[in-house]
């Protein structure tokens, strides 16, 4: 049987992580000539082609899968366990002659309220049992799925961070570039413009660091629903031309910004194993993130919504001779992890 798979989750835009996985992962079976189509599941709409399609609701989703000559369908989750998408799920393992695949990309999500309460005799746990395959991206989710009272044998550990192929673009445009060309230190952000990555906290910051860095600069590259808020929370700040609100960015320019940056920020009140921060990594581009116990290792950690240790971080990574972060490598093998994966449904429909 031809292997042909049809994954299910946010397409770009906004470039968060998962959106990047995302990509990263279809244009990884597309160099390998395996089809594969793309259900965006995000409010953003556009025209349907190249094998992605924006369906306007859950109608239209049932419709295309069963429509898309797809055997494996492969559903990426982020953030909250919605009802929506625990339906979702449901639907897609009635599906006759398939195959399912899930994959939990919210690394924080064992440590949450709902996280837990998990336990086998709960609709997520009836839900995630119906899956044939399940990916937990850290060592916690696994455990979470084990408390679900999923099979060890269908749970796979496979980090979601792979090398970026294309690599950072060449050039920054030309307005994040003249923001660059005239701040140093210059820190950056990246993340969505949401409540809990606490970006008031960097914001506030910024302020103290130019005391003693008086050209020093923050770009916050996202979207979100916070953006007016923070739009107008930098504008009454007498340093307001000091801070860039640039939006959403294309994945090479934002690996262009990681790489020229002198310091990447994540500071979050809640927050799994970040996709920029192992990039930041591999770029060689030092990173402060609050401690969340997920962090890899290279990354100085400070306590959460803490002004006072931010600053102090920031200020010995500036200042004192700490040895850069060491580049690492991936680890490479977690795409063909995934497809070596889907090789064992493929075989298992075959029979």
Request: charged share 20%.
């Amino acid at each position: 049987m031809t292997m042909r798979v049809l994954q299910l989750g946010p397409c770009p835009p906004p470039q968060g992580g998962i959106q990047t996985h995302l990509v990263a992962l279809r244009g990884f079976l597309l160099e390998r000539h395996i089809p594969c189509a793309v259900i965006n599941l995000t409010r953003f709409r556009r025209a349907a082609g190249d094998g992605i399609y924006y369906p306007r609701s859950a109608l239209g989703v049932a419709r295309l899968l069963l429509r898309l000559p797809y055997p494996i369908i492969h559903l990426h989750i982020g953030g909250d366990v919605t009802p929506r998408l625990l339906g979702l799920g449901l639907f897609c393992s009635l599906l006759p002659r398939r195959r399912t695949v899930l994959t939990l990309h919210s690394g924080g999500y064992p440590s949450s309220r709902a996280g837990r309460t998990a336990r086998p005799a709960t609709l997520r746990g009836l839900v995630f049992r119906r899956f044939d395959r399940v990916i937990a991206v850290n060592r916690a989710i696994r455990g979470l799925f084990d408390e679900f009272g999923l099979d060890p044998d269908r749970v796979r550990l496979i980090s979601p961070f792979a090398v970026p192929e294309a690599g950072p673009a060449p050039a920054l445009p030309e307005r994040l570039l003249d923001f660059f060309a005239t701040h140093r230190p210059l820190l950056l952000t990246v993340g969505l413009l949401e409540p809990e990555y606490d970006l008031p906290l960097q914001i506030d910051v910024l302020s103290r660091v130019r005391e003693q860095f008086p050209k020093a600069g923050l770009v916050i590259l996202g979207s979100g629903s916070l953006a007016e808020r923070l739009r107008v929370s930098i504008g009454a700040k007498p340093y307001a031309e000091h801070i860039l609100l640039y939006g959403d960015a294309p994945h090479p320019v934002t690996l262009r910004a990681i790489a020229d940056s002198d310091v990447l920020l994540r500071t979050t009140w809640y927050d799994g194993d970040s996709l920029s921060v192992r990039e930041a990594l591999h770029l060689g581009t030092p990173v402060i993130a609050t401690e969340n116990g997920m962090r890899p290792d290279g990354v100085e950690r400070i306590p959460p919504r803490d002004a006072t240790a931010l600053l102090e971080a920031i200020t010995r990574r500036l200042t004192e001779s700490v040895p850069p972060p060491r580049p690492i490598a991936g680890p490479e093998g977690n795409l063909q992890a995934v497809l070596d994966l889907y090789a064992e449904l493929s075989r298992e429909l075959a029979r």
